[in-house]
């Protein structure tokens, strides 16, 4: 399959910062950081989309998104039928106020027929940027991994299971039934649901003390937010950052011999 030829491809002079660089499977376009720009994409061409997208979707609006430039930033607005999808799960309705890009990269998905989600790439220079050079070479940055002790990295396996198995929908066990497990795995030390929540609160309040961690891990809704969605926040943070990685299964098999 072809790829769109970018505009920041090597050999391109360097955008000025505020450039707007949008890209789909259709192809690019570039916008200049000037009051009362809007580029417009959907599945329409012509009047309705500067940036064609999901032309084969018929759940994708000719004009399904807008990005206009005032005030000194991009800002993205819904103007189709189907919600679009930005980082962290954030989804924008028609009746959604419009959001500023920040600078750098945006990915931004627009929901079409089934399944499907057609991806708009948004790239806006910064000063840094504008007369950096290619990053081809330089080595690759690895993620964000976080340290855990043996006993605490057994103890999330357990809860994780269905999460290091990358199944759709995961959702972690019970303090009871990981208790359950665990007693199995090292039947010589002693484990209790109270024992295994006050580990994984160490563990939770050691990550959000690093400041860094995607996910919130405490309560911040005065209403509170229950247990189960903040194991889901950690493991799903763990997970996504290779902190956890599938070949941590093994411990189940084989358990550890001492902490």
Same mark, same amino acid.
């Given at each position: 399959m072809n790829r769109p030829r970018s505009s920041l491809a090597h050999g391109a002079p360097p955008a000025r910062p505020g450039t707007l660089h949008a890209r789909s499977l259709a192809g690019t376009v570039t916008g200049s950081p000037?009051?009362?720009?809007?580029? #417009?994409?959907? +599945?329409?061409? %012509?009047?309705? $989309?500067?940036? &064609?997208?999901?032309?084969?979707?018929? #759940?994708?609006? +000719?004009?399904? %998104?807008?990005? $206009?430039?005032? &005030?000194?930033?991009?800002?993205?607005?819904?103007t189709g039928q189907q919600l679009l999808r930005l980082p962290r799960g954030q989804m924008m309705h028609v009746s959604t106020e419009p959001i500023p890009l920040a600078a750098g990269y945006t990915p931004v998905f627009v929901k079409g027929s089934g399944f499907r989600e057609h991806l708009v790439e948004?790239?806006?220079?910064?000063?840094?940027?504008?007369?950096?050079?290619?990053?081809?070479?330089?080595?690759t940055l690895p993620p964000k991994r976080w340290s855990l002790a043996d006993d605490q990295r057994l103890i999330l396996v357990v809860l994780g299971q269905e999460y290091l198995r990358y199944e759709p929908h995961p959702r972690p066990l019970t303090y009871r039934q990981a208790a359950?497990?665990?007693?199995?795995?090292?039947p010589e030390e002693s484990w209790g649901e109270s024992k295994i929540a006050h580990r994984v609160e160490k563990v939770r309040t050691a990550l959000e003390a690093s400041g860094d961690f995607p996910y919130d891990l405490r309560e911040q809704d005065p209403r509170g937010a229950s247990d189960n969605t903040l194991k889901h926040n950690l493991l799903r943070g763990l997970v996504e950052?290779?902190?956890?990685?599938?070949?941590?299964?093994?411990?189940?098999?084989r358990g550890l011999d001492e902490f």
């Amino acid at each position: 399959m072809n790829r769109p030829r970018s505009s920041l491809a090597h050999g391109a002079p360097p955008a000025r910062p505020g450039t707007l660089h949008a890209r789909s499977l259709a192809g690019t376009v570039t916008g200049s950081p000037e009051a009362g720009r809007i580029i #417009r994409f959907g +599945r329409g061409g %012509g009047p309705d $989309a500067d940036l &064609r997208v999901g032309e084969d979707d018929p #759940r994708v609006s +000719r004009r399904h %998104g807008e990005l $206009a430039y005032r &005030r000194g930033q991009w800002w993205l607005r819904n103007t189709g039928q189907q919600l679009l999808r930005l980082p962290r799960g954030q989804m924008m309705h028609v009746s959604t106020e419009p959001i500023p890009l920040a600078a750098g990269y945006t990915p931004v998905f627009v929901k079409g027929s089934g399944f499907r989600e057609h991806l708009v790439e948004l790239h806006v220079t910064d000063h840094g940027a504008a007369g950096s050079g290619s990053r081809r070479g330089i080595e690759t940055l690895p993620p964000k991994r976080w340290s855990l002790a043996d006993d605490q990295r057994l103890i999330l396996v357990v809860l994780g299971q269905e999460y290091l198995r990358y199944e759709p929908h995961p959702r972690p066990l019970t303090y009871r039934q990981a208790a359950a497990q665990l007693s199995f795995l090292c039947p010589e030390e002693s484990w209790g649901e109270s024992k295994i929540a006050h580990r994984v609160e160490k563990v939770r309040t050691a990550l959000e003390a690093s400041g860094d961690f995607p996910y919130d891990l405490r309560e911040q809704d005065p209403r509170g937010a229950s247990d189960n969605t903040l194991k889901h926040n950690l493991l799903r943070g763990l997970v996504e950052s290779t902190t956890l990685v599938p070949p941590d299964l093994d411990l189940l098999d084989r358990g550890l011999d001492e902490f």
